[in-house]
């Protein structure tokens, strides 16, 4: 009996429905700057969810609150900046 765990691989079909995307954009992904972590064997790609999960939190939009603290931290570097 095959075990499924909660970090399997995934198809592109997979992947893309994991995503809520069509296997169309997730093809396009692959071919831009930024494409998601995957495991080319032969023709077939291979995704893991952890993966892509830690790939979308670069898209992951910013709260004003954040920015804010973002921007109060730079500041505070560069206050402190010893060169």
């Not at 939009?61 to 560069?78: C, T, W, Y």
Request: glycine share 6%; no cysteine; proline share 6%.
């Amino acid at each position: 009996m095959q075990q499924h765990n909660e970090d399997s691989h995934l198809s592109r079909l997979g992947a893309a429905r994991y995503l809520g995307r069509s296997v169309r954009w997730l093809d396009y992904q692959l071919r831009g700057p930024r494409p998601p972590p995957a495991y080319r064997i032969g023709k077939t790609w291979l995704f893991k969810k952890s993966e892509l999960d830690h790939w979308l939190e670069q898209f992951r939009a910013k709260s004003h609150i954040d920015q804010s603290v973002d921007e109060m931290l730079r500041k505070l570097r560069v206050g402190n900046d010893p060169s």
